[in-house]
Protein backbone atom coordinates (compact mmCIF):
# COMPACT_ATOMS: atom_id res chain seq x y z
CA UNK A 1 0.00 0.00 0.00
CA UNK A 2 1.54 3.33 -0.96
CA UNK A 3 1.75 6.21 1.56
CA UNK A 4 -0.90 8.53 1.82
CA UNK A 5 -0.56 12.65 1.74
CA UNK A 6 -1.69 13.56 5.30
CA UNK A 7 -3.12 17.25 5.91
CA UNK A 8 0.47 19.39 6.29
CA UNK A 9 0.94 20.70 9.70
CA UNK A 10 -0.69 23.63 11.48
CA UNK A 11 1.40 26.44 9.55
CA UNK A 12 2.57 24.46 7.00
CA UNK A 13 5.74 23.21 8.86
CA UNK A 14 6.79 21.39 11.89
CA UNK A 15 8.88 23.00 14.38
CA UNK A 16 11.84 21.21 15.41
CA UNK A 17 13.93 22.44 18.49
CA UNK A 18 16.04 19.49 19.47
CA UNK A 19 19.93 20.22 18.51
CA UNK A 20 21.71 17.09 18.25
CA UNK A 21 25.24 16.27 17.08
CA UNK A 22 28.46 18.15 17.72
CA UNK A 23 26.14 21.33 18.28
CA UNK A 24 24.71 19.70 21.03
CA UNK A 25 28.20 18.66 22.97
CA UNK A 26 29.20 21.88 22.64
CA UNK A 27 25.79 23.82 23.88
CA UNK A 28 25.95 21.30 26.99
CA UNK A 29 29.44 22.26 27.92
CA UNK A 30 28.19 26.50 27.31
CA UNK A 31 25.23 25.59 29.40
CA UNK A 32 27.85 24.79 32.84
CA UNK A 33 28.85 28.37 32.04
CA UNK A 34 25.42 29.76 32.77
CA UNK A 35 22.98 30.92 35.19
CA UNK A 36 20.06 28.51 35.40
CA UNK A 37 16.36 28.19 36.37
CA UNK A 38 14.26 24.78 37.02
CA UNK A 39 11.07 24.33 35.37
CA UNK A 40 8.04 23.50 36.92
CA UNK A 41 6.31 19.96 35.76
CA UNK A 42 3.44 21.63 33.71
CA UNK A 43 6.33 24.26 31.46
CA UNK A 44 8.64 20.91 31.31
CA UNK A 45 5.26 19.24 29.64
CA UNK A 46 5.41 22.44 27.41
CA UNK A 47 8.65 22.93 26.62
CA UNK A 48 8.78 19.15 25.73
CA UNK A 49 5.73 19.82 22.85
CA UNK A 50 7.37 23.06 21.61
CA UNK A 51 10.42 21.22 20.80
CA UNK A 52 9.01 18.38 19.12
CA UNK A 53 6.33 20.82 16.88
CA UNK A 54 3.21 19.58 18.76
CA UNK A 55 2.23 23.23 19.20
CA UNK A 56 3.77 24.05 15.63
CA UNK A 57 3.75 26.93 14.24
CA UNK A 58 4.76 28.02 17.95
CA UNK A 59 8.28 27.61 18.02
CA UNK A 60 9.19 29.31 21.89
CA UNK A 61 7.16 30.42 24.83
CA UNK A 62 5.18 33.33 23.82
CA UNK A 63 5.82 36.99 23.66
CA UNK A 64 4.00 39.45 25.17
CA UNK A 65 2.42 40.42 21.58
CA UNK A 66 1.41 36.98 21.12
CA UNK A 67 0.32 35.96 24.89
CA UNK A 68 -1.97 39.72 24.82
CA UNK A 69 -3.87 38.81 21.24
CA UNK A 70 -4.00 35.17 22.56
CA UNK A 71 -6.20 35.92 25.53
CA UNK A 72 -8.43 38.68 23.60
CA UNK A 73 -8.88 37.01 20.35
CA UNK A 74 -7.72 33.76 20.25
CA UNK A 75 -5.34 34.60 17.76
CA UNK A 76 -1.23 34.96 17.58
CA UNK A 77 -0.01 38.59 16.34
CA UNK A 78 -0.10 37.15 12.85
CA UNK A 79 -3.43 36.19 12.57
CA UNK A 80 -3.19 32.38 13.38
CA UNK A 81 -5.69 31.01 15.31
CA UNK A 82 -4.43 29.58 18.48
CA UNK A 83 -6.92 29.24 21.98
CA UNK A 84 -4.42 29.44 24.70
CA UNK A 85 -1.05 30.88 25.73
CA UNK A 86 1.69 28.74 26.66
CA UNK A 87 4.08 30.51 28.63
CA UNK A 88 7.31 30.34 31.03
CA UNK A 89 6.96 32.14 34.22
CA UNK A 90 9.87 33.32 36.47
CA UNK A 91 10.65 34.98 39.21
CA UNK A 92 12.97 38.42 38.22
CA UNK A 93 15.29 38.06 40.63
CA UNK A 94 16.22 34.26 38.80
CA UNK A 95 16.83 36.12 35.25
CA UNK A 96 19.69 37.75 33.34
CA UNK A 97 19.64 40.49 31.59
CA UNK A 98 17.32 40.41 28.46
CA UNK A 99 19.80 39.99 25.94
CA UNK A 100 21.87 36.93 27.71
CA UNK A 101 21.39 33.56 28.02
CA UNK A 102 19.89 31.07 30.94
CA UNK A 103 19.33 27.21 31.01
CA UNK A 104 15.95 25.63 31.59
CA UNK A 105 16.63 22.67 34.08
CA UNK A 106 14.29 20.32 35.28
CA UNK A 107 13.41 19.30 39.05
CA UNK A 108 16.86 17.37 39.01
CA UNK A 109 18.31 19.82 37.70
CA UNK A 110 18.81 17.99 34.38
CA UNK A 111 19.63 20.32 31.72
CA UNK A 112 16.98 20.64 29.14
CA UNK A 113 16.91 23.94 26.72
CA UNK A 114 18.93 26.95 26.32
CA UNK A 115 16.82 30.30 25.69
CA UNK A 116 17.87 33.46 24.85
CA UNK A 117 15.83 36.04 27.21
CA UNK A 118 14.36 38.30 24.20
CA UNK A 119 11.49 39.42 26.33
CA UNK A 120 10.04 39.60 29.94
CA UNK A 121 6.96 41.09 30.61
CA UNK A 122 4.18 41.10 33.68
CA UNK A 123 1.42 39.16 33.60
CA UNK A 124 -1.80 38.78 35.76
CA UNK A 125 -3.21 35.62 36.91
CA UNK A 126 -6.63 36.97 37.48
CA UNK A 127 -6.94 38.23 33.90
CA UNK A 128 -5.92 35.22 32.55
CA UNK A 129 -7.83 32.82 34.38
CA UNK A 130 -10.94 35.14 33.57
CA UNK A 131 -9.95 35.47 29.59
CA UNK A 132 -8.37 32.20 28.95
CA UNK A 133 -10.27 29.79 31.33
CA UNK A 134 -13.83 31.82 31.78
CA UNK A 135 -13.97 31.91 35.44
CA UNK A 136 -11.57 33.03 38.54
CA UNK A 137 -13.77 30.61 40.81
CA UNK A 138 -11.07 28.59 43.57
CA UNK A 139 -12.42 25.36 42.72
CA UNK A 140 -11.31 25.53 38.97
CA UNK A 141 -7.94 22.82 39.63
CA UNK A 142 -5.66 25.47 37.40
CA UNK A 143 -6.54 28.36 39.78
CA UNK A 144 -4.42 27.90 42.92
CA UNK A 145 -1.65 26.97 40.66
CA UNK A 146 -1.24 29.97 38.41
CA UNK A 147 -1.35 31.93 41.86
CA UNK A 148 2.31 30.35 42.48
CA UNK A 149 3.59 30.86 39.42
CA UNK A 150 6.47 33.04 38.79
CA UNK A 151 5.79 36.91 38.35
CA UNK A 152 6.99 37.16 34.42
CA UNK A 153 7.38 35.83 31.36
CA UNK A 154 9.78 35.25 29.99
CA UNK A 155 10.85 34.43 25.98
CA UNK A 156 13.26 33.95 23.21
CA UNK A 157 14.72 31.58 21.28
CA UNK A 158 15.08 27.49 22.35
CA UNK A 159 18.20 25.40 21.69
CA UNK A 160 16.72 22.21 23.30
CA UNK A 161 19.65 19.80 24.24
CA UNK A 162 17.85 16.97 26.08
CA UNK A 163 14.23 15.84 26.03
CA UNK A 164 12.62 14.60 29.30
CA UNK A 165 13.63 11.51 29.83
CA UNK A 166 11.36 8.60 30.40
CA UNK A 167 11.28 4.92 31.67
CA UNK A 168 7.72 3.45 30.43
CA UNK A 169 5.98 3.06 27.50
CA UNK A 170 8.77 4.22 25.64
CA UNK A 171 7.58 1.83 22.38
CA UNK A 172 4.67 4.32 22.47
CA UNK A 173 5.87 7.37 22.97
CA UNK A 174 5.92 8.93 19.32
CA UNK A 175 7.07 12.52 18.04
CA UNK A 176 4.41 14.20 15.47
CA UNK A 177 6.90 13.21 12.56
CA UNK A 178 6.78 9.73 13.83
CA UNK A 179 2.96 9.69 14.16
CA UNK A 180 2.66 11.11 10.35
CA UNK A 181 5.13 8.80 8.67
CA UNK A 182 3.20 5.45 10.83
CA UNK A 183 0.04 7.15 9.69
CA UNK A 184 0.90 7.64 5.86
CA UNK A 185 2.31 4.07 6.03
CA UNK A 186 -1.28 3.22 6.78
CA UNK A 187 -2.37 4.69 3.26
CA UNK A 188 -4.99 6.47 4.37
CA UNK A 189 -5.72 10.49 3.59
CA UNK A 190 -7.99 10.82 6.26
CA UNK A 191 -7.14 9.99 10.27
CA UNK A 192 -9.21 10.33 13.05
CA UNK A 193 -7.79 11.27 16.62
CA UNK A 194 -9.80 10.38 19.87
CA UNK A 195 -8.42 12.25 22.89
CA UNK A 196 -8.52 9.96 26.54
CA UNK A 197 -8.14 10.53 29.93
CA UNK A 198 -10.32 7.67 30.71
CA UNK A 199 -9.55 3.88 30.73
CA UNK A 200 -11.46 2.92 27.77
CA UNK A 201 -14.81 0.51 27.78
CA UNK A 202 -17.00 -1.17 25.36
CA UNK A 203 -18.80 2.16 24.24
CA UNK A 204 -15.14 4.30 23.76
CA UNK A 205 -14.22 1.40 21.78
CA UNK A 206 -17.84 1.29 19.10
CA UNK A 207 -17.51 4.85 18.91
CA UNK A 208 -13.89 5.01 17.91
CA UNK A 209 -14.44 2.48 15.10
CA UNK A 210 -17.39 4.11 13.51
CA UNK A 211 -15.77 7.14 13.59
CA UNK A 212 -13.04 5.53 11.55
CA UNK A 213 -15.27 4.17 9.32
CA UNK A 214 -17.64 7.05 9.28
CA UNK A 215 -14.48 9.36 7.65
CA UNK A 216 -13.17 6.29 5.54
CA UNK A 217 -9.30 6.47 7.25
CA UNK A 218 -7.66 5.49 10.25
CA UNK A 219 -7.74 5.83 14.01
CA UNK A 220 -5.38 7.66 16.28
CA UNK A 221 -5.77 6.31 19.66
CA UNK A 222 -3.91 9.02 21.79
CA UNK A 223 -4.67 9.66 25.21
CA UNK A 224 -2.88 12.30 27.35
CA UNK A 225 0.01 10.92 29.59
CA UNK A 226 0.58 14.76 30.98
CA UNK A 227 -0.58 16.70 33.33
CA UNK A 228 -4.57 15.95 33.53
CA UNK A 229 -7.63 16.28 35.97
CA UNK A 230 -6.49 16.03 39.41
CA UNK A 231 -8.57 12.27 40.83
CA UNK A 232 -8.05 11.18 37.30
CA UNK A 233 -7.18 7.19 36.81
CA UNK A 234 -3.50 6.86 36.39
CA UNK A 235 -1.92 6.82 32.80
CA UNK A 236 0.12 4.18 33.49
CA UNK A 237 -3.22 1.93 34.26
CA UNK A 238 -4.92 3.82 31.35
CA UNK A 239 -2.11 3.02 29.19
CA UNK A 240 -2.19 -0.98 30.58
CA UNK A 241 -5.52 -1.42 29.36
CA UNK A 242 -5.24 0.71 25.74
CA UNK A 243 -2.72 -1.79 25.25
CA UNK A 244 -4.53 -4.80 26.26
CA UNK A 245 -7.50 -3.92 23.98
CA UNK A 246 -4.87 -2.91 21.17
CA UNK A 247 -3.62 -6.09 21.31
CA UNK A 248 -7.15 -7.93 20.95
CA UNK A 249 -9.89 -5.88 19.32
CA UNK A 250 -8.47 -3.66 17.30
CA UNK A 251 -7.53 -3.67 13.29
CA UNK A 252 -3.89 -2.45 13.46
CA UNK A 253 -3.25 -1.80 10.32
CA UNK A 254 -5.40 1.37 10.45
CA UNK A 255 -5.58 1.77 14.48
CA UNK A 256 -2.21 3.07 16.28
CA UNK A 257 -1.97 4.18 19.68
CA UNK A 258 0.59 6.77 20.83
CA UNK A 259 1.27 8.61 23.68
CA UNK A 260 0.51 12.63 24.43
CA UNK A 261 2.72 14.15 27.16
CA UNK A 262 0.30 17.00 27.61
CA UNK A 263 -0.58 19.54 30.35
CA UNK A 264 -4.10 19.85 30.26
CA UNK A 265 -5.26 22.97 31.38
CA UNK A 266 -9.07 22.00 31.59
CA UNK A 267 -10.18 24.73 29.92
CA UNK A 268 -13.20 23.28 28.13
CA UNK A 269 -13.81 24.88 24.72
CA UNK A 270 -11.06 26.76 24.35
CA UNK A 271 -8.77 23.66 25.59
CA UNK A 272 -10.35 21.43 22.81
CA UNK A 273 -9.89 23.75 20.15
CA UNK A 274 -5.86 23.37 20.70
CA UNK A 275 -6.03 19.70 21.27
CA UNK A 276 -7.58 19.87 17.59
CA UNK A 277 -4.28 21.56 16.56
CA UNK A 278 -1.91 19.47 18.42
CA UNK A 279 -3.49 16.44 16.26
CA UNK A 280 -3.31 17.87 13.32
CA UNK A 281 0.39 18.49 14.01
CA UNK A 282 0.32 14.57 14.77
CA UNK A 283 -1.31 14.30 11.14
CA UNK A 284 -4.99 14.21 11.66
CA UNK A 285 -7.85 16.26 10.46
CA UNK A 286 -10.88 14.69 12.10
CA UNK A 287 -10.87 14.72 15.91
CA UNK A 288 -13.57 13.18 17.94
CA UNK A 289 -15.26 15.58 20.68
CA UNK A 290 -17.29 14.41 23.51
CA UNK A 291 -19.62 16.58 25.65
CA UNK A 292 -17.98 18.92 28.42
CA UNK A 293 -14.69 18.42 25.98
CA UNK A 294 -11.81 19.40 28.83
CA UNK A 295 -14.29 20.22 31.44
CA UNK A 296 -13.13 20.42 35.29
CA UNK A 297 -16.43 19.45 36.83
CA UNK A 298 -17.98 22.05 38.58
CA UNK A 299 -17.99 25.28 40.11
CA UNK A 300 -18.33 26.39 43.88
CA UNK A 301 -21.76 27.40 43.14
CA UNK A 302 -22.36 23.61 41.92
CA UNK A 303 -22.75 24.21 37.82
CA UNK A 304 -20.82 22.78 35.73
CA UNK A 305 -18.18 25.56 34.46
CA UNK A 306 -18.94 24.88 30.53
CA UNK A 307 -21.63 23.80 29.00
CA UNK A 308 -22.06 20.15 27.71
CA UNK A 309 -21.25 21.07 24.10
CA UNK A 310 -19.85 24.46 24.01
CA UNK A 311 -16.02 22.45 22.58
CA UNK A 312 -18.38 21.03 19.98
CA UNK A 313 -19.51 24.67 19.09
CA UNK A 314 -16.08 26.13 19.35
CA UNK A 315 -14.48 23.47 17.25
CA UNK A 316 -17.11 23.54 14.39
CA UNK A 317 -16.86 26.99 14.17
CA UNK A 318 -13.07 26.96 13.79
CA UNK A 319 -12.51 23.80 11.74
CA UNK A 320 -12.26 25.22 8.49
CA UNK A 321 -9.78 27.49 9.38
CA UNK A 322 -7.51 25.19 11.34
CA UNK A 323 -8.63 22.42 9.11
CA UNK A 324 -9.51 19.05 11.52
CA UNK A 325 -13.29 18.55 11.15
CA UNK A 326 -14.85 17.74 14.74
CA UNK A 327 -16.54 14.55 15.16
CA UNK A 328 -19.25 14.54 17.72
CA UNK A 329 -18.94 11.93 20.53
CA UNK A 330 -22.33 10.25 19.81
CA UNK A 331 -24.14 8.51 23.47
CA UNK A 332 -24.18 4.99 22.64
CA UNK A 333 -26.77 2.36 24.86
CA UNK A 334 -26.62 -1.24 25.01
CA UNK A 335 -29.31 -3.84 23.51
CA UNK A 336 -29.16 -6.70 25.63
CA UNK A 337 -31.43 -8.61 23.54
CA UNK A 338 -29.36 -8.08 20.40
CA UNK A 339 -26.31 -7.85 21.78
CA UNK A 340 -25.45 -4.32 20.18
CA UNK A 341 -25.18 -0.47 20.98
CA UNK A 342 -27.04 2.07 18.89
CA UNK A 343 -27.10 5.89 19.38
CA UNK A 344 -29.47 7.06 21.79
CA UNK A 345 -31.77 9.08 19.87
CA UNK A 346 -32.15 5.26 17.47
CA UNK A 347 -33.54 3.36 20.01
CA UNK A 348 -36.32 0.78 18.55
CA UNK A 349 -39.51 2.02 20.56
CA UNK A 350 -40.06 -0.68 23.19
CA UNK A 351 -36.43 -1.89 23.24
CA UNK A 352 -35.04 -2.94 26.86
CA UNK A 353 -31.23 -0.97 27.43
CA UNK A 354 -29.06 -1.17 29.56
CA UNK A 355 -26.25 1.73 30.00
CA UNK A 356 -23.47 2.63 33.36
CA UNK A 357 -22.50 6.21 34.49
CA UNK A 358 -19.27 7.35 35.45
CA UNK A 359 -20.44 7.62 38.46
CA UNK A 360 -21.66 3.78 38.81
CA UNK A 361 -18.27 2.69 37.71
CA UNK A 362 -16.67 4.58 40.88
CA UNK A 363 -19.27 4.15 43.51
CA UNK A 364 -21.10 0.82 42.80
CA UNK A 365 -18.58 -1.55 41.40
CA UNK A 366 -15.06 -0.13 41.60
CA UNK A 367 -15.74 1.29 45.01
CA UNK A 368 -16.90 -2.21 45.98
CA UNK A 369 -14.78 -4.40 44.11
CA UNK A 370 -17.29 -5.94 42.18
CA UNK A 371 -16.79 -7.02 38.69
CA UNK A 372 -17.75 -4.28 35.45
CA UNK A 373 -19.70 -6.35 33.67
CA UNK A 374 -18.65 -7.38 30.15
CA UNK A 375 -21.04 -5.97 28.17
CA UNK A 376 -19.98 -2.95 29.59
CA UNK A 377 -16.33 -3.04 29.14
CA UNK A 378 -13.87 -6.15 28.14
CA UNK A 379 -13.03 -8.29 30.42
CA UNK A 380 -9.03 -7.01 30.03
CA UNK A 381 -10.44 -3.50 31.51
CA UNK A 382 -12.18 -4.69 34.48
CA UNK A 383 -9.62 -7.05 35.99
CA UNK A 384 -6.54 -4.09 35.63
CA UNK A 385 -9.78 -1.77 37.03
CA UNK A 386 -9.96 -3.67 39.80
CA UNK A 387 -6.26 -4.53 40.44
CA UNK A 388 -5.23 -0.28 40.88
CA UNK A 389 -8.77 0.98 42.90
CA UNK A 390 -9.56 -1.65 45.34
CA UNK A 391 -12.88 -1.71 47.59
CA UNK A 392 -13.64 2.31 49.04
CA UNK A 393 -13.16 0.49 52.60
CA UNK A 394 -9.49 0.15 51.53
CA UNK A 395 -8.25 3.10 49.90
CA UNK A 396 -6.64 6.07 50.52
CA UNK A 397 -8.74 9.41 52.26
CA UNK A 398 -8.01 12.37 53.76
CA UNK A 399 -10.18 14.32 56.62
CA UNK A 400 -9.27 18.12 56.00
CA UNK A 401 -10.43 19.85 59.16
CA UNK A 402 -10.85 23.86 58.42
CA UNK A 403 -11.57 26.53 61.15
CA UNK A 404 -10.27 29.57 62.99
CA UNK A 405 -8.06 28.58 65.57
CA UNK A 406 -10.04 27.44 68.88
CA UNK A 407 -12.76 25.87 66.68
CA UNK A 408 -12.39 22.11 67.72
CA UNK A 409 -10.04 20.90 65.17
CA UNK A 410 -7.36 18.84 66.80
CA UNK A 411 -9.35 18.14 69.57
CA UNK A 412 -11.57 15.93 67.46
CA UNK A 413 -8.94 15.05 65.14
CA UNK A 414 -7.68 12.93 68.09
CA UNK A 415 -11.06 11.32 69.10
CA UNK A 416 -11.78 10.47 65.06
CA UNK A 417 -8.23 8.88 65.11
CA UNK A 418 -8.85 6.60 67.71
CA UNK A 419 -11.89 5.91 66.85
CA UNK A 420 -11.01 5.35 63.25
CA UNK A 421 -8.10 3.17 64.33
CA UNK A 422 -10.68 0.75 66.26
CA UNK A 423 -12.12 0.32 62.89
CA UNK A 424 -8.45 -0.99 61.36
CA UNK A 425 -7.66 2.59 59.50
CA UNK A 426 -4.38 3.17 60.05
CA UNK A 427 -4.67 7.39 60.67
CA UNK A 428 -1.78 9.65 60.50
CA UNK A 429 -2.67 13.54 62.25
CA UNK A 430 -1.08 16.54 60.31
CA UNK A 431 -1.82 18.98 63.13
CA UNK A 432 -0.85 22.61 61.96
CA UNK A 433 1.36 23.30 65.16
CA UNK A 434 3.43 20.23 64.74
CA UNK A 435 3.93 20.81 60.90
CA UNK A 436 4.86 24.56 61.41
CA UNK A 437 7.70 22.84 64.19
CA UNK A 438 8.82 20.03 61.47
CA UNK A 439 7.52 20.20 57.94
CA UNK A 440 7.66 24.14 57.93
CA UNK A 441 9.97 25.33 60.42
CA UNK A 442 10.79 28.87 59.19
CA UNK A 443 7.87 29.87 57.49
CA UNK A 444 6.01 33.25 58.85
CA UNK A 445 2.55 33.68 58.70
CA UNK A 446 2.00 36.12 55.68
CA UNK A 447 -0.20 35.14 53.14
CA UNK A 448 2.23 33.25 50.91
CA UNK A 449 3.90 30.94 53.51
CA UNK A 450 0.28 30.06 54.89
CA UNK A 451 -0.19 29.13 51.61
CA UNK A 452 3.05 27.44 51.35
CA UNK A 453 2.56 25.51 54.55
CA UNK A 454 -0.98 24.38 53.41
CA UNK A 455 0.33 22.91 50.33
CA UNK A 456 3.05 21.20 52.20
CA UNK A 457 0.55 19.50 54.36
CA UNK A 458 -1.38 18.74 50.84
CA UNK A 459 1.47 16.84 49.57
CA UNK A 460 2.28 14.53 52.29
CA UNK A 461 -1.44 13.94 52.87
CA UNK A 462 -1.75 13.03 48.65
CA UNK A 463 1.16 10.76 49.56
CA UNK A 464 -0.39 9.20 52.55
CA UNK A 465 -3.11 9.16 50.56
CA UNK A 466 -1.56 7.50 47.79
CA UNK A 467 -0.26 4.32 49.41
CA UNK A 468 -3.66 3.54 51.36
CA UNK A 469 -3.38 5.67 54.49
CA UNK A 470 -5.05 7.73 56.21
CA UNK A 471 -4.21 11.70 56.93
CA UNK A 472 -6.39 13.91 59.44
CA UNK A 473 -4.93 17.15 58.96
CA UNK A 474 -5.71 20.00 61.52
CA UNK A 475 -5.08 23.29 60.01
CA UNK A 476 -6.81 26.73 60.12
CA UNK A 477 -6.04 26.98 56.24
CA UNK A 478 -8.21 30.30 55.90
CA UNK A 479 -7.74 30.57 51.86
CA UNK A 480 -10.05 28.96 49.95
CA UNK A 481 -7.74 28.82 47.00
CA UNK A 482 -4.67 27.03 49.21
CA UNK A 483 -7.13 24.31 50.27
CA UNK A 484 -8.19 23.95 46.92
CA UNK A 485 -4.96 23.25 45.88
CA UNK A 486 -4.47 20.44 48.97
CA UNK A 487 -7.33 18.83 47.73
CA UNK A 488 -5.95 19.41 44.06
CA UNK A 489 -2.46 17.39 45.20
CA UNK A 490 -4.92 14.84 47.45
CA UNK A 491 -7.30 14.07 44.32
CA UNK A 492 -10.82 15.22 45.36
CA UNK A 493 -12.87 11.58 45.24
CA UNK A 494 -10.25 10.76 48.78
CA UNK A 495 -10.79 14.30 50.00
CA UNK A 496 -12.87 15.35 52.75
CA UNK A 497 -13.42 18.64 54.06
CA UNK A 498 -14.27 19.42 57.66
CA UNK A 499 -15.23 23.15 58.90
CA UNK A 500 -15.21 23.54 62.18
CA UNK A 501 -18.14 26.43 61.91
CA UNK A 502 -17.61 27.74 66.08
CA UNK A 503 -18.40 31.31 66.28
CA UNK A 504 -15.34 33.79 66.35
CA UNK A 505 -16.54 35.03 70.08
CA UNK A 506 -16.77 31.16 71.45
CA UNK A 507 -13.27 30.79 70.12
CA UNK A 508 -11.76 33.51 71.67
CA UNK A 509 -13.41 32.83 74.79
CA UNK A 510 -11.21 30.19 74.73
CA UNK A 511 -8.36 31.38 73.70
CA UNK A 512 -6.33 28.62 75.63
CA UNK A 513 -2.88 29.75 73.75
CA UNK A 514 -3.50 33.40 74.34
CA UNK A 515 -3.23 34.50 70.67
CA UNK A 516 -6.81 36.35 70.38
CA UNK A 517 -5.31 38.17 73.03
CA UNK A 518 -2.13 39.36 71.84
CA UNK A 519 -3.47 40.08 68.59
CA UNK A 520 -6.02 41.92 70.30
CA UNK A 521 -3.08 44.24 72.04
CA UNK A 522 -1.95 44.39 68.64
CA UNK A 523 1.46 41.90 69.54
CA UNK A 524 0.34 39.78 66.48
CA UNK A 525 -0.19 41.13 63.20
CA UNK A 526 -2.32 39.50 60.60
CA UNK A 527 -4.19 36.44 62.92
CA UNK A 528 -7.06 35.00 61.22
CA UNK A 529 -10.23 36.36 62.37
CA UNK A 530 -9.01 39.34 63.66
CA UNK A 531 -6.98 41.11 61.37
CA UNK A 532 -6.98 38.85 58.81
CA UNK A 533 -9.82 37.57 56.91
CA UNK A 534 -10.88 33.66 57.34
CA UNK A 535 -12.50 32.13 54.03
CA UNK A 536 -15.51 29.73 54.91
CA UNK A 537 -15.51 26.91 52.68
CA UNK A 538 -18.35 27.19 50.46
CA UNK A 539 -19.48 23.39 50.23
CA UNK A 540 -17.38 21.51 52.21
CA UNK A 541 -18.41 17.95 52.98
CA UNK A 542 -19.18 18.09 56.36
CA UNK A 543 -19.64 21.07 58.52
CA UNK A 544 -19.78 21.34 62.40
CA UNK A 545 -19.65 23.60 65.69
CA UNK A 546 -17.44 23.37 68.45
CA UNK A 547 -20.01 24.74 70.73
CA UNK A 548 -22.69 22.59 72.86
CA UNK A 549 -21.44 19.53 71.27
CA UNK A 550 -17.79 17.46 72.30
CA UNK A 551 -15.30 16.58 70.41
CA UNK A 552 -16.12 12.66 70.32
CA UNK A 553 -20.05 13.62 69.43
CA UNK A 554 -18.38 15.58 65.92
CA UNK A 555 -15.85 12.75 65.70
CA UNK A 556 -18.93 10.06 65.64
CA UNK A 557 -20.76 12.16 62.77
CA UNK A 558 -17.72 12.34 60.82
CA UNK A 559 -17.67 8.44 61.18
CA UNK A 560 -21.11 8.01 60.02
CA UNK A 561 -20.49 10.08 57.13
CA UNK A 562 -17.44 7.69 56.37
CA UNK A 563 -19.91 4.65 56.74
CA UNK A 564 -22.33 6.53 54.22
CA UNK A 565 -19.51 7.14 51.96
CA UNK A 566 -18.38 3.72 51.60
CA UNK A 567 -15.24 4.61 53.39
CA UNK A 568 -15.84 2.21 56.86
CA UNK A 569 -17.39 -1.12 56.26
CA UNK A 570 -20.84 -1.11 58.58
CA UNK A 571 -19.71 -2.19 62.46
CA UNK A 572 -20.77 -5.85 63.21
CA UNK A 573 -22.75 -6.32 65.91
Not at 4 to 20: F, Q, R
Not at 316 to 325: A, F, N, S
Amino acid sequence: MSKSKLIAPYGGKLVNLVVSGEEREELLAHASTLPSIKINPRALHDLELLAIGAFSPLDRFMGKADYERVLRDMRLIDGTVFPLPITLTADPYELPSVGEEIVLRNALNDVIAIMRLEEIFSWDPEKEARLALGTNDSRHPMISEMARWGKVCVSGELKVINLPKYYDFIELRRTPAEVREELAAMGNDNVVAFQTRNPLHRIHEELTKRAAKQVGGSLLIHPVVGMTKPGDVSYYTRVRIYKALMEKYYDKSRTLLSLLPLAMRMAGPREALLHAIIRRNYGANHFIVGRDHAGPGNDSSGKPFYGPYDAQEMLTEYEDEIGVKMVPFQWLVYLPDEDRYVEVDKVPEGAKTQAISGTQVREEYLATGKLLPEWFTRPETAEILREMYPPKHRRGLCIWFTGLSGSGKSATAQVLMALLQERGRQATVLDGDVVRTHLSKGLGFSKEDRDTNILRIGFVAGEIVRHQGTAICSAISPYRAARNGARKMVGNDNFIMVHMDTPLEVCEARDVKGLYAKARRGEIKGFTGVDDPYEAPIDPEITLVGDGVTPEDNARKIIDYLEGRGFLLPEKI
